[in-house]
Structure formats: structure tokens, C-alpha cells
């Protein structure tokens, strides 16, 4: 390769320069932007914070606070790079508290758009007005200003128009605002947060709230009303929030929220931390609802690791993970989980019912619906209908329930201890059976036999890929214990899944239950809701989905009618 004269001269690059570049770190967007200036708001001590929008923030970001304010001796100063007040030393950036430390971001902003700064400090008598374009100074004077910080950023990127031309539309830059601030009024309950976006409302979240208080303002209802708390507490660590139940699980990730000391952050290992809590109880495109706080120790947390401080690195991450499934798992465990019964409301039969004058009930903020707890509860059946399902009652309400999903969690749970205790569930064949299950069959066994044995299946080499078949897990000795096998076999070759001993244990439940479609006596079923009774997460089968739903007797009195909203 040639380098051509230019590229081979050294020169210091100009101030203007060096910022813009450190503005295409930290300032990749608008909502970067935006959430500079709302964690400086934070860092101020803001319990009031207005964002303003306009065309998706590339003409215009207004961030109005009532925090501290900024001194004027302090004011152009702000807009030096690396100049913060926020830590002094070596020392303070291993303890950071506050949400900004590098004194970059105002420099970033200001070196490419035109800035306008309005603030008065608690301690002077007035304030300050002091506006820059393109890293240049334009006025400084002496001006009328409520206290606290007014942030004007208008034409984002105006000076450097090729990093404009990779935004994308207004909708979506203005999609990601929104995101990153109601990441940022999750972590912050306590402060208000109100946005605008071309001049009209978007929300106005009052300060002073809960979580759970906001999750309700922002999400609704029928969220807030799904969430299970989460508490742990050691000496330097403490997780607090919610996890949302197996019906708030979404296809996407947008609604995971976690955050570390006030920052909301992203983090693959604790992600995953949860979603291993929730182990059986999703399907497996899903997703878990949760929103967690993680208070500790500074000195154990780095977040200095990312340009726009969105990962953080912990001292001890192990312990993290643990700290955080745990935690998690604890929660849902003390949970019965009831999947929300969702029943569309015919809007005709509405409309007659509620003449004009009745306010529509409004659908987010239904009062909590009574959720259904299967413990000391008894369950008593009514029908059986399609061969699929059972009707049951409780004192409660009523119950329907998908007979396949129930007796598969029932079978899990049975299985799942047996493994436990180390005491497989077995059923001897009356004659041992010898299989010859082929070169790539016996591949597989031999890479699954202690599982394989674990849950049941008494099977010894017999040379070649010959077997001997002595016993099948219990449950499973009415199916063809050959076919059985060969099909189990062919599946766990057929899925790159990693933990196979989970899904010989998830086949060996499902396979020898009870089939959607086998009528039932009523004996049976009897026998069924018995089990369920007695077995953990009954709610859900093991692949997540929902083996009953609920139905209390108020929600039946308002599907029917009989009751005033
Ligand atoms: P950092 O937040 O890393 O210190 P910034 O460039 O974001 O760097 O801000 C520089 C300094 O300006 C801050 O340290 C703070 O002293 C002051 N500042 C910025 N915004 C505000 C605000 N809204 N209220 C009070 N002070 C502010
Ligand atoms: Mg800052």
C-alpha cells in the first residue's frame, strides 16, 4: 500500500477538530443528546425536568430543569472539554456517583450546533445567558432566568453534515428519545419528567413517584398489575424493582430495564442472569418484562468502559449473575403465576350497554384484576370439552384448563425432582428390548447416556450401535419404547441446543402426557387437578405457554353485564 504525502505529515489537529471527533463518541444522535443534557439535569439535583423536540431533535433539543443552576463564572467553562465538577481525581473516578464525570459532553454538543444556555444559580441573584455556534462563542451576558439550567440545542450536526446525513427519519431519531427517556424516568421515579415533541404533550410523569407508580403512568395498568417484586439485600449490594409475569413477555427486548446505581444499562451477562430465573416459564422467542435497580458500591462497578457510558464492568461479575438470578428466581418461585385471562369485549354489546353519558373504561387503568392462586385452592371438575380442555371450578371462579400443558408441567415437576433427589422415575419393560439405533444415534445416546440414565432409561451398550433397553422413564412405558427413543434421539441431534439434559427432560414430560385430544373420565381429570394442586408454576407448561386460565367471578359478573363498571 502507498500513502500519499498527505497522510504521512504529522499535525496536531485544531481544538474544533478534536471536539467534533469526541462528538462522534459521545453525540451519535439525537437521543444521545438528549440524554446528556437530562443526566446533567440529574446530576444538578433537578426535581423537575421538561424536554422539549422538535423534528426529532436535529432543529431543536430544550432541556429545562430546576436543579442548581450554573454559576456565571462557571458558565463558559462548562463548555470547555474535559472540564466537569464532578470529580477531582484518579480516586473519584473509581467511586463515581453521578451520572456524567468526563466534562465531554457539553464541549461535544456545543462544537456542533449552535447552543444557547440560560441558567441562574441558587446562590446569585441572577442568571446568565451565554450562546456558542460551532465551538464559538456569539454572546455572554448577564440575564433574567428562573433558577436552574435552560439547554437550547439548535441544528444538531449543522457542523458536521456528513455525520447528519447518517440520521435516520424524524419518527425514528424521535422513537429513540422517547426510549432513552423513559429508560432514564424509570431509573429516577422520584423526579419529573415531562416531554414534548412539536408542540404537543407526550407524557408528564409527576415527581415523587414509586416504580411501580411509574411503570403504571407509562405503561398502564394492566402492566403495573402483572409485576412481581423483586428484593435482595447484602452488605454492598441491594437489587430492588420488578419482573414482569410470564404474560407481560414480549417478542422484543424493549422492555428490559436495568440499572446500576441510577444508570440504566445494558448488560448481556445480567440479561441473561434473568431470563435463566424465568428457566421454564416463557416461550422461546419471548422475552421477560423486568426493571431493576442495582444499588452498590461505586468501587465495584466500572463505568468508565463505554464512550456513551451505556456498559458498565463489575469487579465481581460472577457474583453479580448469581446475585441477580437469584434474586429473580426467588421472587417468581413465591409467586403463583396466573396468566391474565384475555378476552376481547365485543364492542357492540358495549356501545349498548354504555350510552354516551358512562365513561369508557378505560382499558389500561381497569381496576387489578383478582388473580388466580392455585395454592390452597381446590379444584373440582365440570367437563371435559373437545377433548382438549377442562372446565373446573374453584371457590373463586372458574378455571379452564389445556389438559396437555397441565400434565406436562405436572410430569416436569415430578421429573425435575426425581433428578434432584438423584431417584429417576423408572418403569422396567417387562422384556429388555435390544435397539439398533445406527451410527448417528448411538453418537448421540453415548453423548447424553448420564442423562439419558438420570431421567429413567436403564440402557446399556451391546455392541456396535446395539443397545439393550431395560427400563423407560415412568410414564412412558404405554409408548413404543423404540420409536421413543429413536425419536427423542433424532430431535436432540436435530436442535443445537446447549443444555440437553433440560430437553430430555422436557421430552420425557411431554411424551407420556396426556394428549390434547384423549377424552378423559372424570376420574381422571379429578386425578389431573389433584397433581396441579400440589405442583409449582402450574400455570404454564415447561415451553412457557399457559396450561390454565382464570376466570373470578367478578371478571364473569362484568363480562356478563351484571355489574357497573
Ligand atoms: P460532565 O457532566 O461530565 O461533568 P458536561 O460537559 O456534561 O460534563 O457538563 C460540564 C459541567 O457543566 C458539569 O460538570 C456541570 O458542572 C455543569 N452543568 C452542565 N449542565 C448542568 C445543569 N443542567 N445544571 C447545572 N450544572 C450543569
Ligand atoms: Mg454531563
Not at 437521543?31 to 446530576?43: F, G, M, P, Q
Not at 463548555?79 to 461535544?108: P, V, Y
Request: glycine share 6%; hydrophobic share 40%.
Amino acid at each position: 500500500m502507498r500513502f500519499n504525502d498527505a497522510m504521512t505529515s504529522i499535525k496536531i489537529l485544531s481544538d474544533s477538530l478534536i471536539s467534533q471527533i469526541a462528538a462522534g463518541e459521545v453525540i451519535e444522535r439525537p437521543a444521545s443528546a438528549v440524554k446528556e443534557l437530562v443526566e446533567n439535569s440529574l446530576d444538578a439535583g433537578a426535581e423537575q425536568i421538561s424536554v422539549e423536540i422538535e423534528e426529532g431533535g436535529l432543529k431543536r433539543i430544550r432541556v429545562v430543569d430546576n436543579g442548581i443552576g450554573i454559576l456565571a463564572v462557571d458558565a463558559r467553562l462548562a463548555f470547555e472539554r474535559h472540564a466537569t465538577s464532578k470529580i477531582r481525581s484518579q480516586e473519584d473516578l473509581f467511586k463515581i456517583r453521578s451520572m456524567g464525570f468526563r466534562g465531554e459532553a457539553l464541549a461535544s454538543i456545543a462544537s456542533i450546533a449552535r447552543v444557547e444556555l440560560k441558567t441562574h444559580h441558587a446562590d446569585e441573584r441572577v442568571g446568565s445567558l451565554l450562546e456558542i455556534d460551532g465551538g464559538k462563542e456569539v454572546r455572554f451576558e448577564e440575564a433574567a432566568c428562573p433558577l436552574g439550567t435552560e439547554m437550547n440545542i439548535w441544528g444538531l450536526f449543522k457542523h458536521t453534515p456528513a455525520r447528519k446525513k447518517y440520521m435516520k427519519s424524524e419518527r425514528t431519531e424521535y422513537g429513540r428519545v422517547f426510549d432513552m427517556l423513559c429508560r432514564v424516568a424509570l431509573a429516577h421515579p422520584a423526579v419529573g419528567f415531562r416531554l414534548k415533541r412539536d408542540g404537543k404533550d407526550v407524557f408528564d410523569l409527576p415527581s415523587g413517584q414509586s416504580l411501580r407508580e411509574r411503570i403504571r403512568t407509562l405503561y398502564g395498568g394492566e402492566t403495573a398489575n402483572a409485576l412481581v417484586p423483586v428484593t435482595y439485600q447484602q452488605s454492598n449490594l441491594i437489587i430492588s424493582g420488578y419482573v414482569g409475569k410470564p404474560e407481560l413477555a414480549r417478542k422484543s427486548k424493549k422492555y428490559q430495564f436495568l440499572f446500576v446505581n441510577g444508570r440504566a444499562i445494558e448488560s448481556r451477562s445480567l440479561h441473561y442472569a434473568v431470563t435463566e430465573a424465568f428457566h421454564s416459564l416463557l416461550m422461546h422467542e419471548k422475552h421477560p418484562w423486568y426493571a431493576l435497580n442495582i444499588e452498590m458500591d461505586p468501587a465495584l462497578v466500572d463505568v468508565n468502559v463505554h464512550p456513551r457510558k451505556l456498559e458498565v464492568k463489575f469487579l465481581n461479575e460472577q457474583e453479580m449473575f448469581r446475585a441477580v438470578r437469584g434474586s429473580v428466581h426467588h421472587a417468581l418461585q413465591g409467586e403463583m403465576l396466573s396468566p391474565v385471562m384475555e378476552v376481547s369485549e365485543p364492542v357492540r354489546a358495549h356501545k349498548l350497554s354504555f350510552p354516551q353519558s358512562a365513561p369508557v373504561p378505560q382499558r389500561d387503568f381497569a381496576p387489578a384484576q383478582k388473580t388466580f392462586d392455585l395454592q390452597g385452592t381446590v379444584l373440582r371438575p365440570v367437563a371435559q370439552v373437545a377433548n382438549a380442555y377442562i372446565v373446573a371450578e374453584s371457590e373463586e371462579g372458574m378455571v379452564l384448563i389445556d389438559q396437555h400443558a397441565a400434565h406436562e408441567r405436572v410430569r416436569y415437576a415430578r421429573f425435575m425432582n426425581a433428578l434432584e433427589k438423584a431417584e429417576p422415575l423408572t418403569q422396567p419393560l417387562l422384556t429388555p428390548l435390544e435397539l439398533d439405533l445406527g451410527a448417528a444415534g448411538a453418537k448421540v445416546l453415548e453423548e447424553n447416556l448420564k442423562s439419558f440414565q438420570a431421567m429413567g432409561f436403564e440402557i446399556e451398550a451391546f455392541g456396535g450401535s446395539t443397545y439393550l433397553l431395560r427400563s423407560v422413564p415412568a410414564g412412558l412405558e404405554k409408548k413404543d419404547p423404540e420409536n421413543l427413543l429413536k425419536e427423542m434421539l433424532a430431535d436432540l441431534e436435530k436442535d443445537a441446543v446447549k443444555d440437553k439434559r433440560e430437553q430430555i427432560l422436557t421430552m420425557a414430560a411431554c411424551r407420556g402426557a396426556i394428549k390434547f385430544g384423549d377424552p378423559l373420565t372424570m376420574m381422571e381429570m379429578q386425578g389431573l387437578l389433584a397433581d396441579m394442586e400440589t405442583t409449582k408454576h402450574c400455570t404454564h407448561c415447561p415451553h412457557g405457554r399457559p396450561a390454565l386460565i382464570s376466570f373470578s367471578f367478578d371478571k364473569l359478573e362484568t363480562l356478563f353485564k351484571r355489574k357497573n363498571f
